[in-house]
């Protein structure tokens, strides 16, 4: 890391260099510009240091996304508070668990979390403060009441001749200085605290400030979760630092609002999941071209050129029309959309990460892109294969460098589970790479099932064939009583033209010519379907546990 810049020393800039430009703006509502931003940051910063909180002690923050939720994140790491912030899709049981498990001496929540959870489950947190006005909602503190009832009056006598862009100092952070403890929400069911330091969000920001060409000024649409890594790292913090103009969608973001917010805000860049892309490609596209007369115009060699053009324009048009690329991380893409992407022109790229490396492990520019890879290592970091021939035999996924945690808050064993004593980490993937870098991951170790003869299958490879088949909108694969069983959710939009029957008889001829195109260890016996929609992860992958 270059030790002449802190993380801090990058929002302190930005800040001052672009004083008087929009900074963040909740959709259809207020917007703060970057002196706006810095003026509610030292009115927190003075409610802190009145409060009694000091650096090193921390300070959660649960909500929708909002520019309010970026305040009080900015505020924590700039005074040097250790953040947690925790995903507001957890219930009140997480919340109060990781709470009272990361020590947090405050906590700032949304509208929506305020009225599900209980102060008195939460007994060491000093005060609980609302994200929409900085309010009080509960404290334990007199020098708290007392700060928050003059903070104005505080904020008054420190700056009496206006708070201006000189007054702008913030904490300047060491790289191993613990940054935030961020809980994940994994397939597997189990939270654990990944300490990031300042280092790991100076690694990613670094990577995005030298490969993403967006500039000052542009918009950037916020879709992610900020308690997410992906979505804090390369939404959030990269688009602040940048200068951009943040939108964040502070209701829940249906392919509705997110389709109308692309079409209103033209992001100069886009970051996703698969689920947001695939979504779009399979409701909005996919109907238009899957047709007799457009495959016939597709198969002819000077025509079929222009209709790709044609067909890339309005897939372009439907994410904004100004994106430099489509960033697709979190969870793999389904084949048979990336490739009609790639096969269009389509500026779509896919980037791999964990919580663990704060997230970036690999990314490719789209124009480096090979289909059915997640790019290359990024800047400062190196990845390995744990194979005796990485190009064609599977193993692990191994990362070390800059973007690497410290460890798992409170729990030395799994913490030496996943770092080894060179420091690689283990994540836990098995993929392969090709001599040029780029990686191609194949699973995770955890769902790898064992065939009659110990061979190994990869149950995500078998679904993303099955997602593509008529009526399936998403699968998963599992083993009961030795036998692969396919669990579908269908396309509750397609089932209303087909009875049950028909159903049934549409998804066994979808086992049948799945079969054909496995190897016969694993085939599928059965199709179930599924009532209700998979539960997912607030990065939209199955949580697999509550299905084995």
């Not at 925790?86 to 929506?112: C, P």
Request: net charge negative.
């Amino acid at each position: 890391m270059d030790t002449a810049s802190s993380f801090n020393n990058y929002i302190q800039k930005v800040i001052v260099e672009n004083w008087n430009h929009d900074a963040l703006t909740d959709y259809q509502g207020v917007t703060l510009q970057f002196h706006d931003v810095a003026r509610k940051i030292e009115k927190l910063h003075i409610l802190f240091d009145n409060a009694g909180i000091q650096q090193g002690d921390k300070i959660a923050i649960c909500g929708r996304n909002s520019a309010h939720w970026a305040v009080a994140f900015l505020a924590t790491l700039t005074y040097g508070a250790v953040a947690i912030p925790i995903l507001h899709e957890f219930n009140a049981e997480q919340i109060h668990n990781i709470v009272n498990h990361s020590e947090a001496k405050l906590l700032f929540v949304g509208d929506f979390i305020v009225k599900t959870i209980k102060a008195d489950e939460m007994p060491a947190l000093e005060g609980i403060i609302n994200l929409p006005d900085f309010s009080l909602f509960v404290s334990r503190s007199e020098k708290l009441d007392y700060a928050r009832e003059h903070l104005n009056l505080m904020f008054g006598s420190k700056y009496p001749c206006a708070f201006r862009a000189e007054h702008v100092d913030y904490h300047h952070d060491d790289p191993d200085e613990l940054a935030l403890i961020n809980y994940t929400s994994g397939t597997t069911g189990f939270s654990k605290g990944v300490m990031l330091p300042y280092r790991a969000l100076w690694g990613n920001l670094d990577f995005c400030m030298r490969r993403l060409p967006v500039k000052p000024q542009d918009n950037v649409l916020s879709i992610l979760p900020m308690a997410h890594m992906y979505g804090m790292s390369i939404e959030f913090l990269y688009g602040f630092c940048r200068g951009c103009h943040l939108f964040f969608l502070t209701r829940l973001p249906s392919p509705a609002i997110i389709a109308e917010a692309f079409a209103t805000i033209k992001p100069a860049i886009v970051i996703s999941v698969p689920l947001v892309v695939e979504k779009i490609i399979r409701k909005r596209v996919f109907p238009k071209i899957q047709n007799n007369r457009m495959r016939l115009l597709l198969q002819m060699p000077v025509i079929s050129k222009k209709v790709k053009e044609k067909i890339c324009e309005q897939v372009y048009q439907a994410f904004g029309g100004r994106a430099y690329e489509v960033i697709v991380g979190g969870a793999a893409l389904s084949r048979e959309v990336e490739q009609f992407l790639v096969n269009i022109g389509f500026p779509i790229t896919v980037g791999y990460g964990a919580t663990e490396c704060a997230p970036l492990i690999s990314y490719s520019d789209y124009k480096d892109f090979i289909p059915a890879s997640c790019g290359t290592p990024v800047d400062h970091m190196e990845v390995r294969i744990d194979s005796a021939d990485p190009e064609n035999t599977p193993g692990e996924i191994l990362a070390r460098g800059t973007n690497v945690m410290l460890g798992y808050y409170k729990n030395e064993e799994a913490t030496r589970q996943a770092l080894d004593a060179d420091g690689w980490y283990h994540t836990g993937d098995l993929g392969t790479m090709a001599p040029d870098g780029h990686i191609f991951i194949i699973g995770r170790i955890k769902n790898m099932l064992l065939g009659p003869s110990g061979q190994n299958i990869y149950p995500e490879e078998i679904e993303d064939l099955l997602n593509s088949m008529p009526m399936v909108s998403e699968s998963l694969v599992v083993q009961r009583d030795n036998k692969l069983v396919a669990l579908v959710y269908p396309d509750k939009d397609e089932i209303v033209a087909f009875g049950q029957d028909e159903l049934k008889a549409i998804m066994e001829q979808n086992r049948v010519e799945l079969n054909q195109r496995l190897p016969h260890y694993s085939r599928i016996t059965e199709i179930q379907l599924q009532e209700e929609e998979f539960a997912k992860t607030p990065k939209k992958s199955i949580k697999r546990y509550l299905y084995q």
